[in-house]
């Protein structure tokens, strides 16, 4: 059961977040709120997503998990308006989530959660290079090393308390650094780990929007990248593995 | 013979609502204005126009029928800026209608009339639901109902007052109610209909401009829409029919 | 050796100009500035572009060509921002141009100056015609040809003192004409040549731009475009063959 409204703009950011990298998900719901975990088709990238109920204008919940088409959700929020205040109605027993927004009424039947893979067990791996930045910094960096290849490396100078990221083309490269007061924060170690553009570009379309993503590297390690939704009662988290530097 | 002045936005809104459906029309033009009338490929849809002479600034017209490349036209009104004056010639017994707009002279030959399909006679339909409404408003829910289907359903709930849409997808529905204080006007009576968002996706992008739109509907009958330009001088009315409802 | 900083937009905009029509060039460097002159593949359009020293913030450079992908530089710009200063370094004896803009540094390997064609020598041609006018009004101008058609006519109407441009379709033709009101500055001349629209277009874009642009025409002559950046320390020039009039 799921009685809940939300800001449309709040639920569509989440859905956007768990659409960068799976079609369909496992919802669980209960009564501290709703909360994702899925990866990718390849293994390669991992979202998780948790909306606490202090992110819900109002928020009533049983114990459930919701087999939720994430790519139709996408298309039918993207004609919800900002300020929109969203209604979710999940009967008891019910398999038609409804959605309602301005005058619209809208129904989905849930998908079969069997037919959906397992939520994976984030792994406990500690990354230790720590930055803190602007999420369209990070946005930007992703845009300018995919013009000139399909990799960037993500890594930390430790001695110049520097975070910077490298794309190499055939003839040329790239290399943007941001110290210490570019950066809102820093916690520097060693660490530089390479990464599939076609990954990243994705995520940093959504990180984009975000004030602050914190990036944990580690030394040919994955990155993990987190932020947050609604003012904090949200959380993304992304798990991203890396790719084997070429000789 | 035609000698005419309007505002490039006013005619500019006509072309491109007759542009909705048909490639060709014949224009008729007389001492009190111009009008067509066409019918789409499929004698699905129909539209009319009607520019009566106020909507001109100056106008001097003897009567004619001219044949006009409505796609061609579009084009051409597409460079024209707003608040651009367009005057409109052709000359007694010409085939070539001179449009001039700021520092451009436009000169185009008319097709053959004989060459276009005759004007339909708009079919005498008393459609007994009546709904006035805001054109974005129309536009948005046909917007919704695209991205779940390819169909939908308008219709009046007599006993709530209330103006309706449907569509259906195959795990999924959307519906849109909007009642008497989110209309502008209704006159309610039996209806329900089903049309195919082809055609109204189409129309819908040129009456999302209208202040006013009247939805006229009945059971299993067409839709008419019908709306004005230039403050009331020039009316638009387009007719399509129903698609039957499928078990 | 170079070593500059310029507005990054200017310099943008003179890479933009260069690139409407060719893909490399060679880049002479001096005490006195940059420049380039490149024909495109088809020998029918030149560009030629000039950078003064005074069109740098700062600028120290001794003789040397460069040999750039135009094509590579292009997209590598697009990333910087308005108002960002672009630092150019080139160390005597390397092969690798470095760029910095912001916390970016990018690094291109040179091309092999042999491997690109060399600089034509402008042809001296007189062209008797000349009109000065807003690049915005020139750019419209070729945006409404090419709805219709695929050439444009160039001319001067000597006794009434106007500019005129004229393109013929299978069935219409647009004409616009520009008095000495409209324009910036007129030395009239008998001019009338035909020019193909595919060059036009791209050269027109970029001129769209500037606040004033000289075109140089005669009777069945090539075209001469002349405009300046940076406040008059950098020139650009484009030279278009005609084509033949068909009869």
């Given at each position: 059961m799921l009685k809940a409204t939300i800001d449309a703009e709040?639920?569509?950011?989440?859905?956007?977040?768990?659409?960068?990298?799976?079609?369909?998900c496992r919802l669980h719901v209960d009564e501290t709120g709703i909360r994702t975990c899925a990866v990718d088709t390849a293994n390669v990238a991992m979202v998780s997503l948790e909306l606490g109920k202090d992110a819900?204008?109002?928020?009533?919940?049983?114990?459930?998990?919701?087999?939720?088409?994430?790519?139709?959700?996408?298309?039918?929020l993207g004609m919800m308006s900002k300020g929109d205040l969203l209604s979710l109605n999940l009967a008891e027993g019910s398999h038609k989530l409804e959605l309602s927004f301005g005058s619209y009424q809208y129904s989905v039947t849930l998908l079969d959660v069997n037919t959906i893979r397992?939520?994976?067990?984030?792994?406990?791996?500690?990354?230790?290079?720590k930055v803190d930045l602007q999420g369209s910094a990070l946005s930007s960096a992703i845009k300018a090393a995919d013009v000139i290849s399909d990799k960037i490396a993500l890594g930390?100078?430790?001695?110049?308390?520097?975070?910077?990221?490298?794309?190499?083309?055939?003839?040329?490269h790239i290399r943007l650094e941001l110290g210490r007061d570019q950066l809102i924060d820093i916690q520097p170690a060693e660490a530089r780990s390479l990464f599939s553009l076609d990954y990243l570009k994705d995520m940093g379309k959504v990180m984009a929007r975000a004030e602050k993503v914190r990036a944990e590297i580690g030394v040919d390690h994955p990155v993990r990248f987190l932020f947050d939704l609604a003012e904090g009662s949200g959380h993304i988290q992304y798990l991203l593995a890396p790719r084997i530097e070429a000789e």
């Open positions: 709040t639920f569509r950011e989440s859905i956007d977040a768990v659409a960068a990298l799976v079609t369909e819900f204008e109002t928020y009533e919940a049983a114990p459930e998990e919701l087999g939720i088409d994430i790519a139709k959700m996408k298309s039918i397992k939520d994976p067990s984030p792994p406990a791996i500690e990354l230790p290079g930390i100078d430790e001695k110049t308390e520097t975070f910077f990221m490298m794309a190499e083309g055939d003839t040329d």
